[in-house]
């Protein structure tokens, strides 16, 4: 049975309690704790050891950022902390981010944002809780991001321990919604594929019969468009397009917007569709393929029938 992995990342000295409770904790929820002082982390010797941590975390499924009062120690040669590249690391996979921060840093951060446009002031405010301002730059480039940003302090483990719990059961809630209304749209587009082949043969039939040529080439064009698993989203989001749409815009996400206002492309997992018009990067990537070849088999079905894009456009633009 595969288990997710849960990378650990923080100051270790300050902190070590903190991170010898996670272990246990992580492990008693079933789960697999990555921590650098147990000798989880694979250090090749043919690579600095802090890169062997980041690319540890890039084989995890959770990140927990705990954030205390000591920077830690610098990233080889620059003035970021091992933490700070532990935690990018995570948000460009993006991984889930749980921060964690210290309660007396977190008090303290509220007084550093107070003042620390204040040059006068801010050098002679003393921090007994911290060893470095960059600690407060580091909450706020967590704070700052735009997504994957939640954060919340804490006293002693127990605080950490009931956040923690809270929020992975959120995170299987939120899946097993996601999956569950996955299912549904997955049946159905089946239910509705099914419909209009047995559409699309009748109308066939009939206009083999008492059908014009314009009118079996927008039959064709339909047809088209029918086989295609690009059109699926705008079934789902009740926005239908037509062969003039696609014909008009040769970017998929040109002719989502021109049809579906509030477009956006979130950064959930798997291949998904959702009812606030959003879908997964590897949806987007999955059916703007398919949308490309599909334009491309009705611009030759077009040229097949001796008509031109521009011909086709402004005909169809006359008859709206």
Not at 25 to 31: A, R
Not at 151 to 176: C, P, R
Not at 200 to 227: F, H, Q
Request: aromatic share 12%; charged share 30%.
């Amino acid at each position: 049975m595969a288990t997710p992995r849960v990378f650990v990342s923080s100051t270790c000295y300050d902190l070590k309690y903190i991170r010898e409770n996670l272990k246990y904790f992580i492990k008693n929820m079933g789960y697999e704790p990555v921590l650098s002082e147990d000798g989880d982390v694979f250090f090749d010797p043919s690579s600095h050891t802090h890169d062997s941590c980041l690319n540890e975390v890039e084989n995890a499924q959770i990140f927990i950022l705990i954030i205390g009062g000591r920077y830690g120690g610098r990233y080889e040669k620059t003035e970021d902390s091992i933490t700070n590249k532990e935690y990018r690391t995570a948000v460009k996979k993006r991984i889930p981010v749980f921060t964690l921060v210290e309660r007396s840093v977190y008090n303290e951060h509220f007084v550093y944002q107070k003042n620390k446009d204040n040059a006068e002031v801010i050098d002679k405010i003393k921090f007994p809780s911290v060893d470095s301002l960059k600690i407060f730059e580091f909450i706020n480039e967590v704070r700052s991001a735009e997504v994957n940003n939640a954060f919340s302090s804490f006293s002693d483990f127990s605080d950490i321990e009931d956040y923690l719990k809270k929020q992975w059961a959120g995170m299987l809630y939120n899946f097993l919604q996601k999956e569950s209304e996955h299912n549904r749209i997955e049946k159905m587009f089946d239910q509705l594929s099914q419909i209009n082949r047995n559409t699309e043969k009748l109308s066939k039939l009939i206009l083999d019969t008492v059908g014009t040529d314009e009118n079996k080439i927008e039959a064709g064009l339909y047809e088209l468009m029918l086989s295609s698993t690009a059109v699926s989203p705008f079934i789902f989001w009740k926005n239908p397009i037509t062969p003039k749409d696609v014909i008009k815009y040769d970017q998929y996400r040109d002719c989502i917007r021109s049809k579906v206002k509030g477009f956006r492309i979130n950064n959930g997992d798997g291949v998904s569709i959702n009812s606030d018009y959003s879908m997964s990067q590897k949806k987007f990537e999955k059916e703007a393929n398919a949308y490309k070849v599909l334009r491309n088999k009705m611009v030759d079905f077009l040229r097949s029938k001796d008509k031109s894009v521009e011909e086709y456009l402004e005909k169809a633009s006359n008859e709206d």
